[in-house]
C-alpha cells in the first residue's frame, strides 16, 4: 500500500519523537478538540482522541521536535458559525492558520492575540463581519495575511504598518470604509484592496501598485495624480467627469442593446426535405411526415411557427443552402435523446439533438430555450438555435471535436492516449464547477442542470470544463430509469422522487470530481463482477484511512500534488453527502475549488519540511 508522502512524513516525525515535548503538544490537542466540538462542521474530520494529533489528524503539522502544533490548515471543511473563544488561541506556537473557503461568522477573534508568532493567517471566503482589529502589530511574523471575501467593516487599520515582514495582505471583497492609511510596508509585494468601500486617495506609499488593486472602491482612489491629504472629498470636476463617463458607456449600452438583430427565421422543412433527398450519410431521421418540393418548403417557412431560432450572438454564417448539403452522422443516444454531427460543407460542424418525450407545449419550451439560450459563459456550452414543431424538437448546439471528457478519462488507456494530467484536471474541475453555478443562477437562481455526466462535459479552447446538456429535466416527462453508467451519477433524492433540483447537480458534480479523482467510472465492477458505485466505493476506502489508493495511478506520478488531492477529495465528499441540504451550494463549490489552487505559498515546501519558510520574493 503506498501511503501518501505528506502522511508518511508526518508519521516518520514522530517516531523521531519521544515524549520531549508530550505535555504541551498535550494541551494543543485539546485546545483543538475543544474547538472543534465547539464549531459546527459539515464534513467529518478524522480527529480522534485515541490518535496523536501530529500523526493521524488531518491539517495540522507540529513543530519538528513534536512538541507543538504550529499549522493549522482545515479550508473547506464546511465550518459554520463564530469560532468557538479561547480554543485556538491556545495554541500559542501557532504560525499558519488557515481556515480559508469555510461558513464561519462573527467578528475577527479577539483572543487571536495571544498567538504572537502566527505568520500566514488565511481566513479569505467565510462570513466574518465586523471591524479588523485595531492593532496589527502584536504579530510581528506576520507575513501573509489574507481577509479577503468576507464581511468585515470599518476601516483599514493604519497597525499593518508596522509589520515588517509583510508580503502579502489581500483585504479584498470587504465592507471596508475610509480613507486608505499611509501604510509603510517595504516588503509588501503583494496587495488587494479591491471591492470595497474605501473613499480618497491612494497614498504615495502605495501608488507602486497597479490602479488594478483599488478597483471596486469610490472611483477617486483610481486618480493616482492626487495624493495630499488622505481625507479628500473628491473634487467636483472630477465627479462630474466620471458622472459624464457613466452615462457616456450607458447610452452605449443602449445602443447596442438596441441594435441587435432580429431573430433569423428558416424553413426548417425545406432542410429536412433536402436532407432527406440525400443518401446514407446525410441527416438521418424522418423529421417530417409526408414528402414536400422545396417551394412548398419555402413557403411553409413564411409561417412563423415552424422555423429555427437562432439565438442573438449567434455568428454562424451558414445560411439555409449551407445546412442543406450538411452531412450527418449519430454521435450517441442520450437521457433525453439522439444527438447528430451535422458537417457544413464550409467544414463548420455543430451538433443537432433531436429530443424525444418533451412533455410540455411549444410556449413553454420557448421560455425554456430562451432561458437556456441566454446563458452566454465559458463554461457553458451555448446553445445556439431551437426547433419546434408538434412531431420535432431540435436544438442546435457548438460542435467540440475533441469529444468528451468522459472519452478522455476512460478512453482506452494505452499507447495511443495521453493521460489527463492533473493540471487538465483542476481545469475541468474548475471550468464545470464555474459553468454549473452560471446555470444555476440564471432564472432567478432556480435554473437546474438536470443531467450532469462527464459525458457532457467538453473542453473549452483554454482547455477548462464546459458543461451542457442543461436545463432540459423539467421540460421532459418523468425521468426514466436511468441507463447503468448515468445511475451512479443521480443523488439518493433524485432516484427517490425522480426530480432533479440543484442540490442533486451538486451531488453529480462531486461524483464527476471523484470521478476525475479515482479515474473510475460512476458505476464500475471490481474483481470481476460485483457493480460497485463510486461514491460507496470511495467512501469506504476513505474510512479506512487517507491512502493514496483511492486516487488514479495514473496522479500519483505527479510530484507534490498530494495536498491538492487530499482537498479536492474533501471537497467532492462535501458535494456528494446524502442529505441533500447538507450539500454546499455550487457557488461555494467553485469557491472552495478555486482555493485549491490559490495555494498557500507554504503548503508545498511545508510537506517536505515542517519548518515553514517565507516565501521568497516574487512567489
Ligand atoms: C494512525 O496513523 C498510523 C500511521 O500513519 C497508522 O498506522 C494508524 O493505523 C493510524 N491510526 C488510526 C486509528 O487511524
Ligand atoms: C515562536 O517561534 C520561535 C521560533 O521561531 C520559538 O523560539 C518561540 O518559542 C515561539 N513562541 C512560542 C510562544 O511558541
Ligand atoms: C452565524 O451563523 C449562524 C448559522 O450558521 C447563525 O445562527 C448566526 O446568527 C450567525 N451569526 C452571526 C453573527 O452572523
Ligand atoms: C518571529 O520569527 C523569528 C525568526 O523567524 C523568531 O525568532 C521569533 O521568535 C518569532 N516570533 C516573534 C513573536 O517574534
Ligand atoms: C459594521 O457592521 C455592523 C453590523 O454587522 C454594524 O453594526 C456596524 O455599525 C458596522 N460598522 C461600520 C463602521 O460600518
Ligand atoms: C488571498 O486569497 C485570494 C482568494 O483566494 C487569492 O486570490 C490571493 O492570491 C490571496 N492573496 C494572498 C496574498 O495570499
Ligand atoms: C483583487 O481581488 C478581487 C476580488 O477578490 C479580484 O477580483 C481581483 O482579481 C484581485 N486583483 C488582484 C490584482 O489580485
Ligand atoms: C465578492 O464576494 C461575493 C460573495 O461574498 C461574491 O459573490 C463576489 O463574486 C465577490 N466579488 C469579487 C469581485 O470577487
Ligand atoms: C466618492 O467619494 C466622494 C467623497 O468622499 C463622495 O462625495 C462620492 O459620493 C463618492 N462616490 C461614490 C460613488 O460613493
New binding site residues.
Given amino acids: 500500500m503506498v501511503k501518501l508522502q505528506f502522511f508518511a512524513f508526518l508519521f516518520l516525525l514522530c517516531l523521531l519523537q519521544v515524549s520531549v515535548g508530550e505535555a504541551l503538544v498535550e494541551s494543543d490537542k485539546q485546545a483543538l478538540l475543544d474547538f472543534v466540538n465547539n464549531i459546527?462542521h459539515s464534513r467529518p474530520l478524522n480527529w480522534n482522541e485515541g490518535d496523536p494529533v501530529c500523526k493521524n489528524w488531518t491539517g495540522i503539522s507540529c513543530s519538528e521536535n513534536g512538541d507543538r502544533v504550529i499549522a493549522v490548515r482545515l479550508p473547506g471543511v464546511g465550518f459554520?458559525?463564530?469560532i468557538p473563544g479561547n480554543t485556538l488561541s491556545r495554541l500559542s506556537a501557532l504560525q499558519i492558520l488557515s481556515l480559508r473557503s469555510n461558513?464561519i461568522?462573527?467578528t475577527f477573534p479577539v483572543d487571536f492575540g495571544n498567538l504572537k508568532n502566527l505568520t500566514f493567517l488565511y481566513l479569505q471566503y467565510n462570513d466574518f463581519?465586523g471591524p479588523l482589529p485595531l492593532d496589527f502589530s502584536v504579530w510581528k511574523n506576520l507575513s501573509i495575511v489574507n481577509l479577503s471575501n468576507n464581511g468585515f467593516n470599518g476601516s483599514v487599520p493604519s497597525s499593518f504598518s508596522g509589520l515588517s515582514r509583510l508580503i502579502g495582505l489581500n483585504l479584498a471583497n470587504n465592507s471596508l470604509s475610509g480613507v486608505v492609511p499611509d501604510l509603510h510596508l517595504p516588503n509588501l509585494e503583494l496587495l488587494n484592496l479591491s471591492y470595497n468601500k474605501l473613499v480618497g486617495h491612494v497614498p504615495k506609499s502605495l501608488q507602486r501598485f497597479p490602479k488594478s488593486v483599488f478597483l471596486g472602491n469610490n472611483e477617486s482612489l483610481l486618480d493616482y495624480t492626487v495624493t495630499d491629504s488622505p481625507i479628500v472629498l473628491a473634487p467636483h470636476e472630477q465627479n462630474g467627469k466620471s458622472v459624464g463617463k457613466l452615462s457616456e458607456r450607458a447610452l452605449l449600452g443602449i445602443v447596442i442593446a438596441g441594435s441587435v438583430l432580429g431573430l433569423l427565421g428558416f424553413g426548417f422543412l425545406l432542410v429536412v426535405c433536402l436532407l432527406r433527398r440525400k443518401t446514407d450519410n446525410s441527416f438521418p431521421g424522418k423529421l417530417e411526415k409526408g414528402d414536400m418540393s422545396p417551394e412548398k418548403a419555402i413557403s411553409r417557412s413564411q409561417d412563423a411557427s415552424n422555423k429555427l431560432v437562432f439565438f442573438e450572438g449567434c455568428n454562424y454564417a451558414f445560411d439555409l443552402e449551407d445546412l442543406l448539403r450538411a452531412s450527418a452522422e449519430v454521435l450517441g443516444k442520450g437521457t433525453f435523446g439522439t444527438a447528430y454531427k451535422a458537417i457544413l460543407e464550409d467544414a463548420t460542424m455543430v451538433v443537432v439533438k433531436r429530443l424525444k418525450d418533451v412533455n410540455v407545449g411549444k410556449k413553454e419550451f420557448e421560455q425554456q430555450m430562451d432561458v437556456i439560450g441566454s446563458i452566454k459563459h465559458e463554461n457553458v456550452i451555448e446553445l445556439r438555435a431551437y426547433y419546434y414543431s408538434k412531431d420535432e424538437k431540435l436544438m442546435v448546439y457548438d460542435y467540440y471535436n475533441q469529444g468528451s471528457v468522459a472519452s478522455m478519462l476512460h478512453g482506452k488507456r494505452g499507447e495511443n492516449r495521453t493521460p489527463l494530467d492533473w493540471e487538465t484536471r483542476v481545469k475541468i474541475a474548475i471550468g464545470t464547477a464555474r459553468g454549473i453555478a452560471r446555470v444555476h443562477a440564471e432564472n432567478s437562481g432556480k435554473l437546474v442542470h438536470g443531467n450532469l455526466k462527464l459525458s457532457n462535459i467538453f473542453l473549452n479552447p483554454q482547455q477548462y470544463g464546459c458543461v451542457s446538456d442543461l436545463g432540459l429535466s423539467t421540460i421532459m416527462s418523468a425521468l426514466a430509469p436511468p441507463i447503468a453508467r448515468a445511475a451512479g451519477y443521480r443523488a439518493p433524492e433524485v432516484t427517490d422522487t425522480r426530480k432533479a433540483m440543484q442540490p442533486s447537480d451538486v451531488y453529480s458534480y462531486g461524483v464527476i470530481l471523484l470521478e476525475l479523482l479515482t479515474g473510475k467510472s460512476p458505476v464500475h465492477t471490481t474483481n470481476g463482477d460485483e457493480m460497485v458505485h463510486l461514491v460507496r466505493w470511495v467512501h469506504s476506502v476513505v474510512r479506512e484511512e487517507w491512502t493514496a489508493e483511492v486516487f488514479d495511478v495514473e496522479l500519483l506520478k505527479c510530484p507534490n500534488i498530494e495536498e491538492e488531492l487530499v482537498e479536492m477529495l474533501q471537497i467532492a465528499l462535501a458535494c456528494v453527502v446524502r442529505m441533500a441540504d447538507q450539500r454546499p451550494k455550487m457557488s461555494e463549490v467553485v469557491k472552495m475549488i478555486e482555493n485549491v489552487r490559490q495555494m498557500d505559498p507554504t503548503n508545498r515546501a511545508s510537506s517536505e519540511n515542517s519548518t515553514p519558510m517565507p516565501p521568497s520574493p516574487g512567489t
Avoid: I, Q, Y
Fill in positions: 459546527h459554520h458559525g463564530p461558513g461568522n462573527g463581519s
